[in-house]
């Protein structure tokens, strides 16, 4: 009796990882959706910026605003060049937190689906235990009615 009880819980929670993984993979996707279109957006901003940055003149007396703009320039065109080549890295980084959450769902899903019965056994074992120590502490017990009745 005990046993299908566990069993009903450990299926409930099964169904409930099944859940909770179909809506995190659809709030997944539609946050890299809504990131590749941010992604977009920062290209164009950067390239306009890129188009200012480029645009600064040297002069002696504005040396360290030339060079802090040379500088910038050069990174700009970097993150640009990431984001065009690889939008997924960026995505990925974005939504760490998530495909982390992701995994320790599926992880713990997949070892209840395979792992029913060892986990019903994990479970029961500390009912057991106090059982046994229930058991033991009885013996003692009917010891001492036993002499006080011989009394």
């Given amino acids: ?37 941010n992604i977009s957006q920062r290209i164009e901003d950067l390239e306009s910026e890129i188009y200012e940055l480029e645009n600064i003149r040297f002069s002696l007396s504005s040396l360290f605003s030339y060079l802090r703009a040379k500088l910038a320039l050069y990174n700009k065109t970097i993150l640009i060049q990431d984001l065009r080549l690889n939008p997924q ?26 792992n029913k019965n060892e986990e019903i ?17 009885k013996v003692p017990m009917n010891i001492k009615v036993q002499l006080e009745s011989l009394r």
């Fill in 1 to 37: 009796m005990r046993y299908s009880a566990e069993y009903d819980k450990i299926e409930t929670e099964i169904r409930e990882l099944e859940a909770e993984i179909g809506n995190l993979e659809r709030e997944i996707e539609s946050r890299s959706f809504e990131i590749k279109n």
């Fill in 89 to 114: 890295k960026e995505i990925n980084k974005l939504l760490r937190e998530e495909y982390s959450e992701f995994q320790n769902l599926n992880n713990r899903y997949a070892y209840l689906k395979s």
């Fill in 121 to 137: 056994k994990r479970r029961l074992q500390p009912l057991s235990e106090n059982l046994e120590k229930i058991n033991k502490s």
